[in-house]
């Protein structure tokens, strides 16, 4: 065999140790390309099921949440699990170029603050007293206004000269509880509150009025002085940390509080508003205020 048949043969040898080098590092290429994103897929799907799980709990009381974010999809189911706990499974799903799809399950165990409607023994309660009749006569007495049969034998009126205690009451914090809230102002109020937990600021020396024939239903805290009249209905708790008025036909289906230790002209209820004690409505309204104070008890992952 001459020179040049020799070389040609290890040149060919080179080209084709070459090819299979570059063969090589081309899949070797491809499929670190693909592991990167199957990481960064699996990475989204997990936190898609995160956005499930944190839409489940601002939502406990839905036994399924669904939504997306962009091209992601995340749907979730709630369970009860004892009196204070949830189950929330989680799934995120992140669809591929090739049409396939990458999934990531979360299972969390959530707890919420407990409920105790026995605090609450009253359909009207105020921190320094009401005037029946109107500021100036108080003539009539709390029967003309409240429902004793609704009370279940004990007395439907209170009046406190110690002040009333929103930690004692409540669980928590009144700070805590207005960071949580939907908030309002005396000037933008929407009194057709659906179970929410609503927190109104009044400007000093105002009063949020509500009128109307309307309803609302929740945990009410009008941080000043209120007046209610027209044939609004409210179930729930209102808790009134200025003065109170009311007239018209207004009613409440729950329990009404005046933290307002204001000499007793400046809160009155005259006309015809009736209030009601529900311990149904009370413990609806304390319920919503729990499952805004939620806890993870436990978390896992699975795919």
Same mark, same amino acid.
């Not at 974010?69 to 499974?89: K, P």
């Given at each position: 065999m001459n020179r040049r048949g020799i070389a040609l043969i290890f040149s060919l040898l080179v080209v084709l140790v070459l090819? !299979?080098?570059?063969?090589?590092?081309?899949? %070797?290429?491809?499929?670190? +390309? +693909?592991?990167v994103n199957r990481y960064v897929n699996s990475a989204r799907a997990f936190w898609v099921a995160e956005a499930g799980v944190a839409e489940a709990i601002k939502n406990l009381t839905n036994t399924y949440t669904d939504g997306t974010?962009? &091209?992601?999809? #995340? &749907? =979730? /189911?709630?369970?009860?699990?004892?009196? *204070?706990? #949830?189950?929330?499974?989680? !799934?995120?799903?992140?669809g591929l170029p090739n049409g396939g799809y990458i999934n990531s399950t979360v299972k969390v165990i959530a707890g919420t603050g407990t409920v105790d409607?026995? %605090?609450?023994? *009253? =359909?009207? =309660?105020? @921190?320094?007293g009401l005037c029946f009749g109107g500021a100036g006569s108080c003539n009539k007495a709390p029967e003309d206004f409240i429902d004793p049969d609704t009370c279940n034998g004990h007395p439907c009126w209170n009046e406190t000269d110690t002040g009333i205690n929103f930690r004692d009451l409540f669980g928590y914090e009144q700070s805590?509880?207005?960071?949580? @809230?939907?908030? *309002?102002?005396? /000037?933008?109020?929407?009194?057709?509150?659906?179970?929410?937990?609503?927190?109104?600021d009044v400007a000093p020396g105002s009063n949020l009025t509500v009128t109307g024939d309307l309803n609302g239903s929740g945990l009410l805290i009008i941080n000043g002085s209120a007046h209610f009249g027209g044939t609004y209905q409210f179930s729930g708790i209102v808790y009134v940390l200025g003065t109170l008025t009311a007239r018209g036909t207004f009613d409440a289906y729950g329990t009404v509080m005046?933290?307002?230790?204001?000499?007793?002209?400046? &809160?009155?209820?005259?006309?015809?508003?009736?209030? *009601? #004690?529900n311990t149904t409505e009370i413990t609806n309204a304390l319920t919503r205020l729990a499952d805004k104070f939620v806890r993870i008890v436990s978390w896992r992952e699975t795919q």
């Open positions: 090819s !299979i080098l570059l063969s090589a590092f081309f899949f %070797k290429s491809i499929n670190e +390309n +693909n592991l974010l962009g &091209n992601y999809y #995340y &749907n =979730a /189911t709630t369970t009860t699990y004892g009196s *204070y706990y #949830y189950n929330i499974t989680s !799934i995120g799903t992140v409607a026995s %605090k609450f023994q *009253y =359909a009207l =309660a105020a @921190a320094n805590e509880v207005e960071r949580i @809230a939907e908030h *309002y102002n005396d /000037t933008n109020f929407d009194a057709s509150l659906n179970n929410e937990i609503a927190w109104v005046v933290a307002s230790t204001s000499d007793i002209a400046n &809160n009155s209820v005259n006309g015809n508003p009736d209030f *009601y #004690y």
